[in-house]
């Protein structure tokens, strides 16, 4: 990580994980999953309890829709004393653990809006799991585990190019809506245009204020909130009391609205992450170092390395700068068809093989014969089968018990 501890971590209950990070990253904040700790609550809380509507209505809201700690604690605390749950050890223990895992304390934090919990992690762990297990020596890992990320990137490829080559339906005539259409990707550009459309139909000025530079602007939403929006009108600095753009990073519906209000036609360009563009993998990402990382292009050598990356970025942005102009669009097609033909024509160079990739990769050349075998594997945590809770039990002897009365 380039000697930089993360901002965040993101684990299970587990107590040795705890331990370590407290020991080796000690300004790293800690949360905990929240998907690990709801999973148990018909363990916790009986299935009566947690098959009553109202109930679970009540407490998903206090936990996900909470925006301040006073908030969450007012809301739990009613839904503790109107169910008579005073007494639950284990509801008492995650009220106390209340600051690592409940979102409303982790409100204007950059975690892009999808940590909450170790799901992407999992999914990870998921998909690999098709390629690498124990069994394989280091050699065997390093080759499958190629292919899962070249099966990776095929898939980011293709989903690179329909973000570029088609567009989302517009909702609104808003300009806003149309700049952001060509500008984000498109899972982030449906999260934009809920914004959008939000702006329009629902938010509604409460108030305006002028105090010095700052235009203060009262906001209701279609939730019934007041929001206040902050409007520097001499540095065009924005702020909303939502924390939305701290938190995920798009403009929300109450600052949009006082956007247009002062003129704004597109989307500022303060306030577009580069994370969140269509170009955002084809820019050039530089390591600690200073070398370019770039994917599947490991071997090649450093020069060819920047040019690969600098003409994937070019082409990109040739792409959407023609595609909605048929003039552009057959220069670049003659351009690109022209420039390909006279590179197969040129003479053939000598091309690194997978087996000299792999022999650099360990550092010397495949032997004929091979008398090293793989260690006796240790158990250490995430090796083996996990013990199953007192829920999953109960699930695998019902299964046991109907499979043997079939028979």
Known sequence: MGGAAPKLIITDEDLSMKAAIRDVFPN????????H???KLPEKLGRDLTKDEEFMKRFGICVWCSETPDEFESSW?????????????????????????????????????ILRTTSRSESENAFFGRFVNWR???LEFWIRFEAALEEQREKELHDDNTTI??????KTSWTFERHAREV???????????EVVSARDSCVVQGLEQVGEEKITRIRDGRGRIREVRYNTHSKVVNCSCKLFESIGILCSHTIVVLKAEQYNVVPIDYILDRW????????????NGNVIEGSCTSLPPAIKIMYSETNSKFNMGMLAAKHSGEKMKYLHRAVAEAVDHVLKMEPSSETSKVSEFESFVGMPFPTTIDIHPPEVAHTKG???????????????RRTTSSKQQH
């Open 28 to 35: 790293t904040i800690h949360r905990l999953c929240m998907w």
């Open 37 to 39: 700790i709801l999973n």
């Open 77 to 113: 605390a009613s839904i503790i004393a109107d169910y008579g749950l005073e007494n639950n050890v284990w509801l008492n223990d995650k009220y106390a653990l209340r600051k690592s895992w409940i979102p409303a304390y982790f409100v204007g934090y950059s975690l892009g809006g």
């Open 136 to 138: 394989l020596s280091l």
């Open 165 to 170: 080559l088609t567009s989302p339906v517009l």
């Open 184 to 194: 984000y990707t498109h899972t982030i550009f449906q999260m934009f245009q809920q």
């Open 277 to 288: 563009t269509k170009m955002a993998t084809r820019k050039r990402v530089l390591d600690a």
């Open 383 to 397: 090796n083996g089968k996990r013990f199953q809770r007192a829920s999953e039990q109960s699930k695998s002897k």
